[in-house]
């Protein structure tokens, strides 16, 4: 079975030559995979499909829609409002928040990951308000400039609430990620969002697996026949950070 490919929190804004770099690596070895899966943030903010792309940014994203992979993108609280437009773009379709992969014998819950901060509860409230649907309309009917100031604003008041709050309420809480795994049954998780990439043991032995955000490297989750790996990578190099076995005994 060839591997399947996760990734999150790219948080393309614009053509920087690094993040360009990366995304070239990314895209080389997704050549080969089964299946890449995207669990959002792949922008820093998305304000609807008429935003305007970088063309050397939207020559890339073009990429992925030639790929022999299947492509699934998942919104994250980024880019949440990805229409069908960008998808069309990326040859991909839309997963909801929360999906149940099975693979390798093993159901992993894929998830960008926000909603399992919980003790975060100032930015569960803006997360709430944020989706509304009425905010959401009344949002896209506004004009572009409009939209692109407010995102700018919210981001930056994110980066200053963010300065100020405690590490441990804006990483997931281990009740909610207990909660989620019981009721959808799945062995593992998978998710972003929080940029602390590591693979966990939970109590119960199952396995939390979380992958980076780019900047100076990328990050990706494969999944083979045998184990899932957590791989951080470079033009230059690529180390395998974490791995866990995929087969046998939940926790092996």
């Not at 699934?72 to 997963?95: C, E, I, M, S, Y």
């Not at 470079?234 to 939940?250: D, F, H, L, S, Y």
Request: glycine share 6%; charged share 30%; hydrophobic share 40%.
């Amino acid at each position: 079975m060839a591997e399947t490919l996760i990734i999150a929190d790219l948080h393309l804004a614009r053509a920087e030559p690094r993040t360009l770099a990366l995304l070239d690596v990314f895209l080389e070895r997704a050549r080969d995979a089964e299946a890449v899966y995207i669990l959002g943030d792949l922008f820093d903010y998305w304000i609807g499909d008429d935003q305007p792309i970088d063309p050397v940014i939207a020559e890339r994203l073009e990429r992925f829609a030639d790929l022999s992979a299947s492509v699934t993108f998942q919104p994250g609280n980024r880019d949440f409002l990805v229409g069908n437009d960008l998808l069309k773009r990326l040859g991909a379709k839309q997963l909801p928040d929360q999906t149940v992969l099975e693979h390798a014998g093993r159901r992993w819950l894929l998830t960008h990951g926000d909603e399992l901060c919980i003790d975060d509860a100032a930015y569960q409230a803006m997360r709430a308000q944020l989706r509304d649907p009425a905010f959401v309309r009344d949002f896209l009917a506004r004009s572009l400039a409009e939209r692109i100031a407010i995102a700018e604003d919210l981001r930056k008041q994110s980066r200053t609430a963010s300065s100020s709050k405690p590490e441990d309420i804006m990483d997931v809480n281990a009740a909610a990620v207990d909660e989620i795994l019981e009721r959808t049954g799945a062995d593992g998780l998978i998710h972003g969002h929080t940029h602390r990439p590591a693979i966990h043991r939970l109590e119960d032995g199952r396995p939390r697996v979380v992958t980076g955000d780019w900047g100076e490297s990328g990050w990706l989750v494969a999944l083979d026949d045998d184990r899932v790996t957590l791989e951080r990578f470079t033009p230059e190099e690529r180390e395998i950070v974490a791995a866990w076995p995929t087969r046998g005994e939940v926790g092996a």
